[in-house]
């Protein structure tokens, strides 16, 4: 198994620009999440999804978006990247939110310019 | 809202030093608690956890963490570090029945050799 797969691993936006974080998992886990790495705040977490098709906000969800069309798939949409929006970017499975543990993907590294 | 707070945000240490990294928790309710561990350049891995029974909880490469729920801690020890235990530790926690961990703003350990 593969585990929690992330790309790209890094990327430099301009202002303005939009891109997909992908995200894919191959442990049949039905919950996923992304979260975002600042340094000294820990992780946020921005959006997460219970299974297919259902996505919930969470912390930090303003200026990203997100879906969950397959079980093993959940892409993060920066539509118009801002300055702030420059962190690192990890995604997230469990088997289910209660009493599992979270199995991290490596994360990406974005900068916006 | 729940919080976690980590007390120190950098740790330096010799090795064969003790380690004690501390982690409150703000949440009345049942909780789960976690240690993750983020090593230089690489994803985050569950270090130990803590759901339910005996209050001292064994985890791998010799950690361990007592919680204490009258204290709302979750304190990590090991009682002798090694060079190799230089990283980040964050400290996690989720009610139960809540889906989503909440971080501390992590502790950075270094260890000299």
């Known amino acids: 198994n593969a585990g929690v797969t992330q790309t790209p691993k890094f990327r430099i936006l301009k202002i303005g620009q939009s891109m997909t974080l992908q995200c894919t998992q191959d442990m049949n886990h039905n919950y996923m999440y992304w979260y975002r790495q600042d340094p000294g705040m820990g992780l946020k977490l921005i959006y997460y999804?219970?299974?297919?098709?259902?996505?919930d906000k969470g912390e930090v969800p303003n200026g990203y978006n997100v879906s969950r069309s397959t079980t093993e798939d959940f892409p993060l949409r920066l539509e118009l990247a801002a300055p702030s929006q420059t962190s690192v970017y990890f995604c997230?499975?469990?088997?289910?939110?209660?009493?599992?543990?979270?199995?991290f993907g490596p994360g990406t590294r974005l900068t916006v310019l | 809202a729940q919080s976690v707070s980590q007390h120190n945000h950098h740790v330096i240490l010799s090795e064969a030093a003790s380690l004690e990294l501390g982690c409150n928790y703000s949440?009345?309710?049942?909780?789960?608690l976690f240690w993750y561990v983020q090593y230089p350049g690489q994803h985050l891995q569950l270090l130990l956890k803590y759901f339910s029974g005996d209050p001292l909880v064994k985890g791998i490469k010799g950690f361990e963490a007592e919680f204490i729920k009258s204290k709302f801690s979750f304190n990590l020890r090991k009682p002798s570090v090694q060079w190799s235990d230089t990283a980040e530790y964050f400290c996690?926690?989720?009610?139960?029945?809540?889906?989503?961990?909440?971080f501390g703003a992590g502790t950075r350990l270094a260890v000299h050799p």
């Open positions: 997230a499975s469990s088997y289910s939110g209660r009493d599992n543990e979270q199995f």
């Open positions: 996690a926690v989720t009610g139960r029945g809540y889906n989503k961990l909440i």
């Open positions: 949440y009345g309710g049942t909780v789960n």
């Open positions: 999804s219970v299974g297919a098709g259902i996505t």
